[in-house]
């Protein structure tokens, strides 16, 4: 790889759009410097710092290989402790819900927000994540550096349910956003989250807006049930 980088070539080391890059080249968020045919370069390792700083993941071409965490024995109703139970969201709007949302979950402070907000927006923009039946479950296409191991998952409902261009046309009422720290994780939990959605009981206490401690204590017996023998 080269120390300077297009347009284009920064958008693939970043997995990011390049209008997404674009923009923020030309709003100063990003270091970059325009040429004098107008075209704006970047340096490698000046990206690479800022790309770490400002908790976006590298495409997997830039990453070091493997994946030492251990993640598949966490529950996830102590992920859902971390990210908490937030009711009456305020919004008429997806992009509303998502910053709402986001600023209710506790992060560590040397996450910028702004930022997470601005890849959930545009992993919405790629296709809803309206899994249907009234669930969102909202993330960014790359794992969150500082995110607490192994992840943070955070139920949110919003003050009346919205549109959300999910697959089923239905509106959402709940959001299930979802934050990890490497991509295998990410998909580990998206898979436990689905036997979850399927269960009509915990599904009920997420049509009525349960008490947290009531949704908290259904998820413990469904994963105690995972963990009998057959």
């Not at 004098?36 to 070091?64: A, M, T, V």
């Not at 927006?121 to 790629?126: D, G, Y």
């Not at 309206?130 to 993330?139: K, Q």
């Not at 296409?141 to 089923?168: C, K, S, T």
């Amino acid at each position: 790889m080269t120390n300077v980088l297009t347009l284009d070539d920064a958008a693939k080391m970043l997995d990011l759009p390049p209008q997404t890059i674009l923009r923020w080249a030309r709003e100063g968020k990003i270091p970059a410097s325009e040429a004098e045919d107008g075209r704006y370069l970047f340096d490698q390792k000046k990206l690479l710092k800022w790309s770490w700083h400002h908790n976006i993941f590298l495409n997997r071409n830039y990453q070091q290989n493997g994946d030492s965490r251990s993640y598949k024995s966490v529950p996830l109703g102590s992920l859902l402790r971390r990210g908490g139970i937030h009711y009456g969201i305020p919004g008429d709007s997806r992009e509303d819900i998502l910053s709402n949302g986001l600023k209710l979950i506790p992060l560590p402070d040397t996450i910028q927000r702004s930022f997470v907000l601005d890849l959930l927006i545009q992993r919405e923009r790629l296709a809803s994540t309206g899994i249907g039946r009234g669930i969102a479950i909202p993330h960014p296409r790359h794992p969150v550096q500082d995110i607490p191991e192994p992840g943070v998952i955070a139920v949110g409902f919003p003050e009346h349910p919205i549109d959300y261009g999910a697959i089923d046309g239905q509106p959402v009422f709940v959001l299930f956003f979802l934050f990890s720290i490497t991509m295998k994780s990410h998909l580990h939990f998206l898979a436990r989250l689905s036997h979850f959605f399927h269960d009509e009981q915990f599904y009920g206490l997420l049509k009525e807006q349960a008490e947290a401690k009531e949704i908290l204590a259904r998820v413990e017996q469904i994963e105690s049930s995972f963990e009998q023998p057959r």
